[in-house]
């Protein structure tokens, strides 16, 4: 299917971000308008961004358009956090939601996992006071077998064999003890959990947690394995339809078109009943299968859900507005000179 032939219904990407390499102003204002350019080509309506303090930037420019994630502290930095405080203080500056956090399998030495006593305090927090929290645990199961892994992992280090690495089980049980005690957090876990190659496995984990929720976030894998119990999977769909959440990952992409194909990649997936491949233009990270992708042909009251009322339900039906003052205090503090300006330069031009 082509774009032009898609539902017309509002969708919000509840899984983007500003690419980590962007350090200058100028390159951030840039980025700032290629996504926004990208609302309109890839017919979304609104963003959630994990992109730390630049997403109160994008707000104030873009008054509407984004939602944005705040960012926690750096474990390293500092070992007590006084959850509360830190979290009211930049909700109320503007921030939508947490994150994205990210729970990928580092070394043993290197990571704190999410129930570390680091977190004491956070997930209480966020449950209280109903704060989303947009969560990425583990990776592909392909990651931890070596002669499954695609290249373009094995060249970026996202191979986690012998013991030095945790186990996907050993995050999922971090993430079940946080879930057990903790039943009304409101969370989204990024890329079907990982777990789109065990349809039963994520049957019983969203039974066992009834708010927990997966967003469609590539890893392309997911799109592979789904297809390959197409009809099982179609009707997971239509039963959850109200846990699941559209989202891109779009940031991992780089150019223009690359992020098309991920939006593309996902609505055709669930709106068409097409045989269909990775696009030849896509980015490195979408693996190109020899066996096709069926799409699943939802129907259109399942695809509302997915594409923007199961968003609006957990982040709110419009983003918060930016309080500029305090979120440029709450800047200086971190030492985050370039949002500083970028937040005044936005406040004088943007909001007279």
């Keep these: 299917m082509e774009f032009s032939e898609f539902a017309d219904l509002p969708i919000i990407d509840c899984h983007a971000h500003i690419p980590l390499r962007i350090r200058k102003e100028d390159d951030l204002k840039k980025e700032a308008e290629t996504l926004k350019e990208l609302i309109k080509k890839g017919y979304l309506t609104q963003m959630y961004l994990s992109a730390g303090s630049l997403g109160l930037y994008l707000k104030v420019k873009y008054p509407g358009f984004f939602y944005a994630g705040c960012p926690l502290p750096n474990p390293e930095a500092s070992r007590r956090v006084d959850w509360d405080r830190y979290l009211s203080r930049l909700m109320e500056a503007g921030f939508d939601g947490?994150?994205?956090?990210?729970?990928?399998?580092?070394?043993?030495?290197?990571?704190?996992?999410?129930?570390?006593?680091?977190?004491?305090?956070?997930?209480?927090?966020?449950?209280?006071?109903?704060?989303?929290?947009?969560?990425?645990?583990?990776?592909?199961?392909?990651?931890?077998?070596?002669?499954?892994?695609?290249?373009?992992?094995?060249?970026r280090g996202w191979i986690y064999c012998g013991d030095e690495y945790p186990s996907k089980e050993e995050l999922y049980n971090e993430m079940e003890e946080i879930l057990d005690n903790h039943p009304r957090l409101k969370i989204v876990l990024c890329h079907f959990?990982?777990?789109?190659?065990?349809?039963?496995?994520?049957?019983?984990?969203?039974?066992?947690?009834?708010?927990?929720?997966?967003?469609?976030?590539?890893?392309?894998?997911?799109?592979?394995?789904?297809?390959?119990?197409?009809?099982?999977?179609?009707?997971?769909?239509?039963?959850?339809?109200?846990?699941?959440?559209?989202?891109?990952?779009?940031?991992?992409?780089?150019?223009?078109?690359?992020?098309?194909?991920?939006?593309?990649?996902?609505?055709?997936?669930?709106?068409?009943?097409?045989?269909?491949?990775?696009?030849?233009?896509?980015?490195?990270?979408?693996?190109?299968?020899?066996e096709p992708f069926r799409g699943l042909s939802l129907p259109r009251h399942i695809l509302e859900r997915i594409y923007s009322a199961n968003f609006r339900r957990l982040w709110g039906a419009e983003p918060k507005n930016v309080k500029v003052d305090l979120a440029v205090s709450i800047c200086e503090e971190m030492g985050d000179r370039m949002t500083v300006n970028l937040l005044k330069t936005a406040k004088t031009k943007e909001m007279p």
Excluded at 124 to 152: M, Q
Excluded at 249 to 262: A, C, E, K, N, P
């Design 193 to 290: 959990y990982f777990m789109s190659a065990d349809l039963e496995g994520l049957s019983s984990f969203l039974e066992r947690h009834r708010n927990a929720n997966v967003d469609l976030a590539l890893g392309i894998e997911l799109i592979y394995n789904i297809s390959k119990r197409r009809d099982d999977w179609r009707t997971f769909f239509i039963e959850y339809g109200d846990r699941i959440f559209f989202g891109t990952d779009i940031g991992v992409s780089r150019s223009f078109q690359q992020h098309l194909d991920r939006i593309w990649l996902i609505r055709n997936f669930l709106e068409s009943d097409e045989e269909f491949y990775t696009p030849s233009t896509a980015d490195q990270l979408l693996t190109r299968y020899e």
């Design 98 to 155: 947490v994150g994205e956090i990210v729970s990928k399998p580092a070394p043993r030495r290197e990571r704190i996992p999410l129930n570390d006593p680091y977190y004491e305090g956070f997930w209480s927090t966020c449950e209280s006071r109903g704060y989303t929290v947009l969560c990425h645990v583990a990776d592909p199961e392909e990651f931890w077998d070596e002669r499954l892994a695609p290249s373009w992992a094995k060249e």
